[in-house]
Nanobody
Framework: QVQLVESGGGSVQTGGSLRLSCAVSERTISSLHMGWFRQPPGKEREFVVGIGRSDGAKFYIDSVKGRFTISRDSAENMLYLQMNSLKPEDTASYYC?????????????????WGQGTQVTVSS
């Protein structure tokens, strides 16, 4: 069973930065499609960014392009999300997720493994 443990959330002002981390165990990260999802209070979970298991191709929703960067460290089996120029609209619980399907997917119901979530709050 793949296990994911997230950290790095916090509270920042508009324009600030945060770096989220996701520690992956039981499987090598390069064998998994990885994604970051977020869920504002009272709203549905949405895909934010992802990275493909085989070629490392990266996928971003339009609202975070140029501000968020996903990366992985195979030696440490870690996934990261660097978030810059944060906006109040980015406020949400952020979740690390993984799946081992043949093709990359941004659909939450096609991810099998999830972290516990970490809160990101952007004020002003």
């Amino acid at each position: 069973q793949v296990q994911l443990v997230e950290s790095g959330g916090g509270s920042v002002q508009t324009g600030g930065s945060l770096r989220l981390s996701c520690a992956v165990s039981e499987r090598t990260i390069s064998s998994l499609h990885m994604g970051w999802f977020r869920q504002p209070p009272g709203k549905e979970r949405e895909f934010v960014v992802g990275i493909g298991r085989s070629d490392g191709a990266k996928f971003y929703i339009d609202s975070v392009k140029g501000r968020f960067t996903i990366s992985r460290d195979s030696a440490e089996n870690m996934l990261y999300l660097q978030m810059n120029s944060l906006k109040p609209e980015d406020t949400a619980s952020y979740y690390c997720a993984a799946n081992s399907r043949r093709n990359f997917t941004p659909l939450s119901n096609e991810y099998d493994y999830w972290g516990q979530g970490t809160q990101v709050t952007v004020s002003s």
